[in-house]
């Protein structure tokens, strides 16, 4: 038989759920704060975004995922923006990797990067500069 739930328990349960909306709350404030909006405004769209995420998701279980894939897609693209054609060893460094291992990691990069300008792009239609595809032959 399970037991109720002692009284404490419910209060650490409430308290962490505060800790969680209250800390959200913060971030938000900051990240625009950062981005020049003035502090009353951010307060105000924190407030509000943790009011839309509490009210929304009410009662539901959410688990955050960690998301690796793409925080590796934002090494994958600071590696390919510091790569200017004639760095690859400085790159290479950056990243503590072999010239070979960079190489080839700006290879498939350069590969996927083509094939999502080929999947938005419609049939015969050319990039902005006019080229009929990314130039990444080169690694």
Same mark, same amino acid.
């Given at each position: 038989?399970?037991? +109720? +739930?002692? $009284? @404490?328990?419910?209060?650490? &349960?409430l308290l $962490?759920? /505060?800790? %969680?909306? &209250?800390?959200?709350?913060?971030?938000?404030?900051?990240?625009l704060?950062?981005?020049? #909006?003035?502090?009353? #405004? &951010?307060?105000? =769209?924190?407030?509000? =975004?943790?009011? !839309?995420?509490?009210?929304?998701?009410?009662?539901?279980?959410?688990? !955050?995922?960690?998301?690796?894939?793409?925080?590796? #897609?934002?090494?994958?693209?600071?590696?390919?923006?510091?790569? #200017?054609? @004639? @760095? %690859?060893?400085?790159? &290479?460094? /950056?990243?503590?990797?072999?010239?070979?291992?960079?190489? $080839? %990691?700006?290879?498939?990069?350069?590969?996927?990067? $083509?094939?999502?300008?080929?999947?938005?792009?419609? +049939?015969?239609?050319?990039d902005?500069?006019?080229? *009929?595809? *990314?130039?990444t032959?080169? %690694?």
């Amino acid at each position: 038989m399970r037991r +109720p +739930p002692l $009284k @404490n328990e419910i209060s650490r &349960a409430l308290l $962490k759920r /505060h800790e %969680l909306l &209250a800390e959200l709350c913060d971030v938000v404030e900051r990240e625009l704060v950062d981005l020049g #909006t003035p502090a009353d #405004t &951010a307060r105000i =769209v924190g407030a509000a =975004v943790v009011d !839309f995420l509490s009210c929304y998701w009410a009662g539901q279980v959410v688990s !955050f995922p960690k998301d690796e894939y793409y925080r590796l #897609t934002l090494k994958e693209l600071e590696a390919w923006d510091m790569y #200017t054609g @004639n @760095n %690859l060893d400085q790159v &290479a460094r /950056h990243f503590m990797m072999t010239p070979r291992g960079m190489r $080839k %990691l700006l290879r498939r990069i350069g590969e996927r990067i $083509k094939a999502q300008c080929k999947a938005q792009a419609a +049939p015969g239609q050319g990039d902005l500069l006019g080229k *009929p595809e *990314p130039e990444t032959e080169e %690694l």
